[in-house]
């Protein structure tokens, strides 16, 4: 069959691949549109697997709050250089995906990697992505926020979209700028836990030794030593619990996030909080991601 100009352009205007390949894909279904984006996406899909030692390890943070702050949605998706994270269509990828995780509560990233985006589904745009772009991308992960009876939910987006925060709030006064200034303190200053409470036993005890390492030439009485080390843990809780934490826009630089809720309103307290930073705790799982995308190609 005849592979005219016109069909080039209708492919092209539907994948956004480059003129060589749409020419290729016709030429290989025999000038039938739906198979050539087929041929395409395999295509994107063989490159990938051949990405397979590389780690996508850039990409997006984006979130979506319900109008009523009843509910959030935070998802992180991966690609391998900043130019692409700041490419119209992977914005607009990540974006739609929240939108989507927002609406349909998936209960897995299976299940949003399955959920109808247009004509397509979520999986199948993002391998569209890929035969256009070049690049490995992937959707990382993404958490679903509920709020209770009295409760709010918050977001903040910080740094180009490369962190992204949720945070859960109770009390009469959790208006839209309080949870944002408390997901942008989240974002800003990394905790790690709502309250001391929450720092696991083993966590305690290794901080512990650590600081028990330090002081064993201090000549110091055991008595002595363990007061010490409360202390020690106690500014340690300071800068990884949430609560505890000095306030990021406390002007005097000393009330924690706790205190300056109590100051705002009694009744208010921090629920929860989910904090995501593009690439963070990422490890190359090569042969895992190839023998994957050879089942998808397959």
Do not use: W
């Given at each position: 069959?005849l592979?005219?100009?016109?069909?080039?352009?209708e492919?092209?205007?539907?994948?956004?691949a480059?003129?060589?390949?749409?020419k290729?894909?016709l030429?290989e279904?025999?000038?039938?549109?739906e198979?050539?984006?087929e041929?395409?996406?395999?295509?994107?899909?063989?490159?990938?697997?051949q990405?397979a030692g590389?780690v996508?390890a850039?990409?997006?943070?984006?979130?979506?709050?319900?109008?009523?702050k009843?509910?959030?949605?935070?998802i992180?998706?991966?690609c391998?250089t900043d130019f692409?994270?700041?490419n119209d269509?992977?914005?607009?990828f990540v974006?739609?995906?929240?939108?989507?995780?927002?609406?349909k509560?998936?209960?897995?990233?299976?299940?949003l990697a399955?959920?109808s985006?247009g004509?397509?589904?979520?999986?199948?745009?993002?391998n569209?992505?890929v035969?256009k772009?070049?690049?490995k991308?992937?959707?990382r992960?993404?958490?679903?926020?509920?709020?209770?009876?009295?409760?709010k939910?918050?977001?903040y987006?910080?740094?180009g979209?490369k962190?992204?925060?949720?945070?859960?709030?109770?009390?009469?006064k959790?208006d839209?700028?309080?949870?944002?200034?408390?997901?942008?303190?989240?974002?800003?200053?990394h905790?790690?836990?709502?309250?001391k409470e929450?720092?696991?036993?083993k966590?305690?005890?290794?901080e512990?030794s650590i600081y028990?390492?330090?002081?064993?030439?201090s000549?110091?009485?055991p008595?002595?030593?363990?007061?010490i080390?409360?202390g020690?843990?106690?500014?340690?809780?300071g800068e990884?619990?949430?609560?505890?934490q000095?306030?990021i826009k406390?002007?005097?630089g000393?009330?924690?996030v706790?205190?300056?809720?109590?100051e705002v309103?009694?009744?208010?307290t921090?629920?929860?909080?989910?904090?995501y930073?593009?690439?963070?705790g990422?490890?190359?799982r090569q042969?895992?991601?190839?023998?994957e995308?050879?089942?998808?190609?397959?």
């Amino acid at each position: 069959m005849l592979i005219t100009a016109q069909l080039v352009k209708e492919l092209r205007e539907k994948t956004g691949a480059g003129m060589m390949e749409c020419k290729k894909a016709l030429g290989e279904s025999k000038g039938n549109i739906e198979e050539a984006i087929e041929y395409l996406r395999k295509q994107g899909l063989q490159a990938l697997s051949q990405k397979a030692g590389r780690v996508a390890a850039d990409g997006l943070v984006a979130s979506v709050v319900a109008p009523d702050k009843t509910a959030g949605a935070l998802i992180e998706v991966n690609c391998e250089t900043d130019f692409v994270a700041k490419n119209d269509d992977f914005r607009r990828f990540v974006a739609e995906a929240a939108e989507l995780a927002l609406a349909k509560k998936p209960s897995s990233m299976e299940a949003l990697a399955a959920l109808s985006m247009g004509a397509e589904t979520v999986g199948d745009r993002l391998n569209t992505l890929v035969a256009k772009i070049g690049e490995k991308l992937s959707l990382r992960r993404f958490a679903l926020q509920s709020a209770a009876t009295g409760e709010k939910i918050g977001t903040y987006i910080h740094l180009g979209s490369k962190i992204g925060v949720l945070v859960r709030i109770k009390g009469n006064k959790a208006d839209e700028n309080l949870l944002k200034d408390i997901a942008m303190h989240v974002a800003a200053s990394h905790p790690q836990y709502l309250n001391k409470e929450d720092i696991p036993p083993k966590v305690i005890e290794s901080e512990k030794s650590i600081y028990r390492e330090q002081m064993k030439d201090s000549g110091k009485p055991p008595q002595v030593l363990e007061k010490i080390i409360e202390g020690k843990l106690a500014k340690f809780a300071g800068e990884v619990c949430l609560n505890d934490q000095v306030f990021i826009k406390d002007p005097t630089g000393k009330k924690s996030v706790r205190q300056i809720l109590k100051e705002v309103d009694p009744t208010l307290t921090i629920v929860s909080f989910i904090r995501y930073q593009v690439g963070e705790g990422m490890e190359k799982r090569q042969d895992d991601f190839a023998a994957e995308v050879a089942k998808m190609i397959r």
